[in-house]
């Protein structure tokens, strides 16, 4: 039986810190699924499908504001910010995936607010966050 799965052994971060997130897509993506005023006509693999590719940006987003508050101050209020934001983020995304709007929903916020983490790092030291 053969796997048509490839798994990627990335040690070092790698990936993440060299191949940068298409911004504008998942930006679209989380204004989508936010915009939804009512469960959406879609079955649950949709949705957890929905909610897994978020959680992989958020994850993704996540390591670049970690590596952009690495860089400031330890005692700079912009990284005490950051890792309050980081803390949620991981508590979250330990929260196992379910097929529902309101699961997609949960990610697409948590998206949005590292995002906005991310751009007030890049505010505060623009030399600390890659243009994504």
């Given at each position: 039986m053969s796997s048509t799965?490839?798994?990627l052994h990335d040690p070092e971060g790698r990936l993440d810190a060299e191949l940068p997130l298409d911004r504008e897509l998942h930006?679209?993506?989380?204004k989508a699924v936010l915009g939804w005023t009512s469960n959406p006509a879609l079955p649950p693999a949709d949705l957890e499908q929905i909610a897994l590719l978020l959680t992989g940006t958020a994850r993704t987003v996540a390591a670049d504001v970690r590596r952009a508050?690495?860089?400031l101050l330890e005692d700079h209020a912009a990284s005490a910010l950051a890792d309050v934001v980081l803390e949620e983020a991981d508590r979250r995304l330990s929260v196992p995936?379910?097929?529902t709007a309101r699961c997609a929903q949960g990610r697409a916020r948590l998206v949005r607010a590292l995002y906005e983490r991310l751009d007030r790092l890049a505010g505060v030291a623009p030399q600390a966050v890659r243009v994504l």
């Open positions: 799965h490839l798994v930006k679209a993506l989380v508050a690495d860089l995936l379910e097929g």
